[in-house]
């Protein structure tokens, strides 16, 4: 049985390399490094605000996550959340963990005053199956995303760590 819960710090390493295996997985993130550190420090902050979800095996083994945050809309001002990340282990795909793990996030943001959920595919990971789990957990296809480079990923070193930056916030 798999039990769907918050994580805590001690989920952490698993957390990362659950992180690492999304990455490898997905073709949008190749050449793109994954920052270790900056991965942590992220997901602690989100582990801290209770905004991180995990599907844990009865053997203790963490097989997804969906990390989100809650703020409030640009426009509208409405309160909202929106998914960081969402990740099912291959070998735990197909028992429904994403939607599960979407449902136990939804309700967390409902919890946090959010009456409006963003998510979204950009990695490139089964973006079709993607689509289908948001729809089957009742998300609107509300258009796509779109993505420039402005400084080669090489020279984007430059800008990672600017002193006064929130961790994971780019200046």
Same mark, same amino acid.
């Given at each position: 049985?798999?039990?769907?819960? &918050? $994580?805590? @710090?001690?989920?952490?390493? +698993?957390?990362?390399?659950? %992180?690492? #295996?999304?990455?490898?997985?997905?073709?949008?993130?190749?050449?793109?490094?994954?920052?270790?550190?900056?991965?942590?420090?992220?997901?602690?902050?989100?582990?801290?605000?209770?905004?991180?979800?995990?599907?844990?095996?009865?053997?203790?083994?963490?097989?997804?996550?969906?990390?989100?945050?809650?703020?409030?809309?640009?426009?509208?001002?409405?309160?909202?959340?929106?998914?960081?990340?969402?990740?099912?282990? &291959? $070998?735990? @795909?197909?028992?429904?963990? +994403?939607?599960?793990?979407? %449902?136990? #996030?939804?309700?967390?943001?409902?919890?946090?005053?959010?009456?409006?959920?963003?998510?979204?595919?950009?990695?490139?990971?089964?973006?079709?199956?993607?689509?289908?789990?948001?729809?089957?957990?009742?998300?609107?296809?509300?258009?796509?995303?779109?993505?420039?480079?402005?400084?080669?990923?090489?020279?984007?070193?430059?800008?990672?760590?600017?002193?006064?930056?929130?961790?994971?916030?780019?200046?």
């Amino acid at each position: 049985m798999t039990t769907i819960r &918050p $994580a805590d @710090r001690v989920n952490l390493p +698993a957390l990362l390399r659950l %992180a690492h #295996a999304l990455h490898d997985e997905a073709p949008n993130m190749r050449g793109v490094p994954l920052d270790d550190e900056r991965t942590i420090a992220n997901f602690s902050a989100l582990v801290d605000a209770g905004l991180a979800v995990i599907a844990q095996g009865a053997d203790g083994a963490i097989a997804g996550f969906m990390l989100f945050d809650v703020g409030f809309h640009q426009w509208t001002g409405e309160r909202m959340a929106k998914e960081e990340g969402l990740y099912v282990a &291959p $070998a735990s @795909r197909g028992r429904m963990l +994403a939607n599960r793990l979407i %449902a136990a #996030a939804e309700a967390r943001a409902m919890q946090e005053g959010a009456i409006l959920f963003h998510a979204g595919t950009w990695t490139g990971t089964a973006t079709e199956a993607a689509c289908a789990v948001y729809a089957r957990a009742g998300f609107a296809d509300v258009g796509r995303q779109f993505r420039k480079r402005l400084v080669p990923l090489e020279s984007a070193e430059v800008n990672r760590n600017v002193p006064g930056t929130q961790a994971g916030v780019p200046p």
